[in-house]
């Protein structure tokens, strides 16, 4: 859960548009928009650095600080540069404190079924309300000693204190247990034990 809210002080900014967005970067800064619902957006710059770390955590709750104000955000859409995977933008939304929000989280697993049976998640995102100081990162699935053939059902779950399920069809599949089927051996890889390749028999004439 995420108990605990990060700090980011960054600075308002004035200027818009690819030339100094670019300028931003290389300066060790990303743009970024803070969205308050019916409100004018704001606009921010965040050091490169604590913002990337900040993003590895899902639905992190954040206090970006700038100036003698701050606003309490959750991310909304990252843009990162598809060649470096640097973060070139991102979209934060306000939420206050005690609001309930909707947010996607990913589906793990943990444990060891039975025999050589494998867990397979089925859904890798679960659709979820909480109160934004007890957003969850991650929902973790049991799976130890389940035997092949095993589904664990979204009804199923076991969810955190204070997380509601947002989704419509609880007798969904999240996770199959299932033994992998072993891939066949293809007829084109054998070769003869007494087949000679050609190239070997020709360094053989070079070589005489």
Avoid: C, W
């Avoid at 990060?6 to 004035?14: D, S």
């Avoid at 939304?93 to 060891?112: L, S």
């Avoid at 969850?136 to 059902?153: K, N, Q, W």
């Avoid at 007798?171 to 084109?188: I, L």
């Amino acid at each position: 859960m995420a108990n605990n809210t990060i700090v980011l002080e960054g600075e308002l900014r004035t200027e818009f548009g690819k030339g100094p967005a670019r300028r931003m970067r290389v300066a060790q800064q990303i743009p970024a928009t803070i969205y308050a619902g019916g409100e004018q957006p704001l606009y921010v710059k965040l050091p490169m650095k604590d913002t990337t770390l900040a993003l590895r955590h899902t639905n992190a709750l954040i206090t970006v600080k700038f100036g003698d104000e701050s606003r309490l955000v959750v991310v909304k859409e990252v843009q990162r540069n598809p060649v470096k995977r640097i973060v070139e933008h991102v979209d934060f939304y306000e939420v206050k404190a005690g609001e309930k929000i909707d947010v996607e989280v990913p589906v793990f697993v943990e444990g060891t079924p039975k025999g050589g049976a494998v867990a397979f998640v089925d859904i890798q995102q679960l659709k979820v309300r909480a109160d934004v100081a007890n957003l969850p990162e991650r929902i973790v699935v049991d799976v130890d000693d389940l035997e092949a053939g095993s589904r664990i059902f979204l009804k199923d779950l076991a969810l955190p204190e204070g997380v509601e399920l947002d989704m419509a069809d609880t007798d969904e599949s999240v996770v199959t247990v299932e033994v992998p089927e072993e891939a066949p051996a293809s007829e084109e890889t054998e070769v003869a034990p007494d087949a000679v390749p050609a190239t070997a028999e020709k360094d053989d004439t070079a070589n005489a």
